[in-house]
């Protein structure tokens, strides 16, 4: 019984994880921009097949993961300097449907030159996995978890001491006013993309060796870690973390509990229910005050 529960915890630790990352990438664009960003999905795609293309080209597999890391952090910065800025006058509805046309784009790119096969990467230890509590814990989880932490805190720690980050916020309070102080809003908003798509990266390669990656799998990743941003509050960090956390515990538990046919419709229904009950989100004042 307790063996179950804490198989169940850990998976739903893991994939909380992941969605916690995807859900800061969309935080930090909608902060920034007002703009949700429906390609951020294509940016983990990239960074789990950018580093097994890499790895098999011959890099060994750090220097194929910083490798795949710059890829998508420069298709960041290229989505936001050739689609958004241009139509940054443009209203919200354009400017989602503009991403929601990157994220195509991209996937045709990945899969003209990638292929539509599936890929996987090597663990990160030697030892797969742990017994704990009688259930069974993936090494490679605990690499997922202490590597979205350190995210996490290094996101934090940027913001907070960072000229550069604290320009990002300042761009997000208010870009008349932080033109006027004389920050490079435009340049800003770029460095926001990136950093937004490394995040998404850095959740796709951590999670390919036990999930496996292709050019189509950021959809519907993409969509969870909207889903879980949606939970927290859109514009919220700690909302985005949390939401992660409780959409990845919630599928895990209705995949163990109940059937796992219905893992993937788990995040949907929750959505619903966040619409209905609570359309800010859980720390979503601070969103509902700029919108």
């Known amino acids: 019984m307790f063996s179950e529960f804490f198989q169940f915890t850990f998976s739903g630790i893991t994939l909380g994880a992941i969605y916690a990352l995807v859900a800061l990438g969309f935080t930090l664009i909608y902060n920034a921009s007002h ?151 435009q340049v800003i908003l770029g460095v926001a993309f990136g950093i937004s798509a490394l995040l998404g990266a850095a959740a796709g390669l951590i999670v390919t060796p036990i999930t496996f990656t292709a050019y189509d799998v950021g959809i519907m990743l993409g969509l969870k870690g909207f889903v879980a941003a949606a939970i927290g509050g859109l514009g919220s960090s700690t909302g985005a973390v949390v939401g992660g956390l409780l959409l990845g515990l919630s599928e895990a538990y209705t995949a163990g509990y109940i059937s796992s046919d219905y893992k993937d419709a788990v995040p949907f229904v929750i959505i619903l229910a966040i619409l209905f009950f609570l359309p800010n989100g859980l720390f979503g004042s601070r969103a509902a005050e700029r919108v």
Not at 84 to 109: H, Y
Not at 124 to 135: C, H, N, V, Y
């Open 35 to 185: 703009v949700i960003n429906f390609a951020q999905g294509e940016f983990l795609m990239i960074g789990g097949m950018g580093t097994v293309v890499l790895v098999g080209a011959g890099l060994p597999l750090p220097a194929a993961m910083v490798g795949a890391l710059a890829l998508a952090t420069v298709a960041g910065i290229l989505l936001h300097r050739l689609a958004i800025a241009p139509a940054r006058d443009a209203d919200v509805v354009t400017l989602i449907i503009i991403t929601i046309g990157a994220s195509i784009f991209l996937r045709g790119l990945a899969q003209f030159f990638w292929g539509k096969e599936y890929h996987a990467l090597p663990r990160f230890s030697a030892t797969e996995s742990l017994s704990i509590g009688g259930a069974t814990l993936l090494t490679q989880s605990l690499w997922i978890l202490g590597i979205a932490v350190v995210l996490v805190v290094a996101l934090a720690v940027f913001f907070s001491r960072s000229k550069l980050g604290k320009a990002i916020l300042a761009t997000s309070m208010n870009k008349d006013a932080a033109r006027l102080a004389g920050i490079k809003t």
